[in-house]
């Protein structure tokens, strides 16, 4: 199959603005009548061949993909499939005939923009592609908008599967220390996600993309491997704080005897936030149990970051409570803040539990805490995660 060189010229002389439909039908003569049907309103590319019309795409400037479905040497669907790798948005409009219809189905979840059927009539052709065109610009408006507000992320399944397989890919855990300010000792270590991703930067993205691809599972598996891996040729004893998504402990995974993190479960400290509700997990009591008998401890994370009310604290009844860094900050100057951890930390201490309080980014903040009886501190101020294990500075 060759390029048709005469087709693409044709379309290269026109400088427009109309916008340009890619056309791809190994049929020549099926060909031209789309471009027949369509050229009164849009700009043509026609492709008999879909690997040249992929590299098409692949420059830019398309505004919507018009293709059949059976083609010899790559489907529709697989174009569409090779299409969602660039771009999560371009509409790929498919024409099928009734011998098709079953593979087309399959597309739907490659976000397949329509089906048209054969024979194709011109009206409808041209109204799908007209909307098709406005529907991308749209999305790309979208798109934009995302990204000035720092949230971009991919829309349809394909991309998300995608970025999420290269940002695991890149996964790496950082550690942060925790530590006891009055002794000048670290007390342990928060493991921290991280990925070395564009597309999915922060353990925020990449975690609510593996939440949507039902992947958490999966991703918690990773971090829990990672987590060991460094203590294997490490001195360290301090404890390890492993954060755990409430999903997931329900995973077997979490207690088989037989993985790494099980065998160092005495000094592990399993940290369940307090952002995501405990409700909707079956036999949370339960499960917990099983953890405290292989030698887990909890911690409840992020308090006061998101209203959880009693019933975390009531099913999970955790060993360690770890301040949101939201009231640290500026701690020293708000009366009302420095009033709640104080009331916090004796209530805390009364009922057993120990405190720890997360985002220490100043000396001021430091010393209030200190102040209130918070002793075990955790925040730049004493070191950013990294590469395992970071040593903390006392300063001044
Ligand atoms: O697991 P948790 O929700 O507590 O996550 C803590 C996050 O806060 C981590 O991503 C960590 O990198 C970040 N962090 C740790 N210390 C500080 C700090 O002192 N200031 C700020 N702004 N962020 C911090
Ligand atoms: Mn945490």
């Not at 056309?23 to 026609?46: M, P």
């Not at 098709?132 to 908008?145: D, G, N, S, V």
């Not at 409430?246 to 979490?254: G, H, I, M, S």
């Not at 009922?351 to 200190?370: F, Q, S, Y």
Request: hydrophobic content about 45%; some cysteine; aromatic content about 6%.
């Amino acid at each position: 199959m060759t390029i048709a060189a005469d087709e693409r010229a044709l379309t290269l002389d026109v400088p427009s603005s109309r916008p340009n439909i890619l056309v791809v039908d190994d049929d020549r003569f099926v060909l031209a009548y789309l471009r027949r049907c369509l050229q009164t309103e849009f700009e043509v590319s026609a492709y008999t061949d879909p690997e040249y019309a992929l590299e098409y795409v692949r420059q830019g400037g398309v505004s919507a993909v018009l293709s059949d479905v059976s083609m010899p040497r790559m489907s529709g669907i697989e174009l569409l499939k090779a299409v969602r790798g660039y771009d999560p948005d371009l509409p790929v409009v498919l024409i099928t005939g009734a011998r098709t219809l079953e593979d087309a189905t399959s597309a739907i979840e490659y976000g397949v923009f329509r089906y048209i059927a054969k024979p194709p009539d011109a009206a409808e052709l041209r109204a799908t592609l007209q909307q098709a065109t406005q529907l991308y610009r749209l999305a790309r408006m979208k798109r934009q908008a995302l990204e000035l507000s720092g949230a971009a992320g991919a829309s349809d399944r394909v991309g998300l599967e995608l970025s999420f397989e290269s940002a695991l890919a890149s996964v790496w855990v950082a550690f942060q220390p925790i530590v006891s300010v009055s002794r000048r000792t670290i007390f342990g270590y928060e493991a921290l996600l991280r990925t070395r991703d564009a597309a999915l930067p922060t353990p925020v993205t990449l975690l609510d993309a593996a939440e949507r691809l039902g992947r958490l599972r999966q991703l918690g598996r990773m971090v829990r491997r990672y987590v060991t891996k460094p203590l294997e040729n490490a001195q360290q004893q301090a404890l390890l704080f492993v954060n755990l998504h409430p999903r997931d402990l329900t995973d077997p995974d979490l207690v088989d005897k037989d993985s790494p993190l099980t065998a160092i479960a005495h000094r592990v400290i399993l940290e369940i936030t307090e952002r995501s509700p405990l409700g909707g997990i079956d036999d949370v009591q339960r499960h917990v149990a099983m953890l405290r008998e292989l030698g887990y401890r909890i911690a409840i994370d992020d308090l006061g970051a998101g209203y959880a009310g009693l019933t975390s604290f009531a099913l999970l009844e955790p060993e360690i409570v770890k301040i949101d860094m939201s009231l640290t900050r500026g701690v020293h100057r708000s009366p009302v803040k420095q009033k709640l951890v104080a009331s916090l930390s004796t209530l805390c201490r009364d009922m057993g539990m120990t405190i720890v309080v997360e985002g220490v980014e100043t000396v001021e903040e430091r010393d209030t805490l200190a102040g209130l009886g918070c002793d075990l501190l955790q925040g730049h101020l004493f070191a950013v995660p990294g590469p395992a294990f970071p040593e903390p500075a006392w300063e001044p």
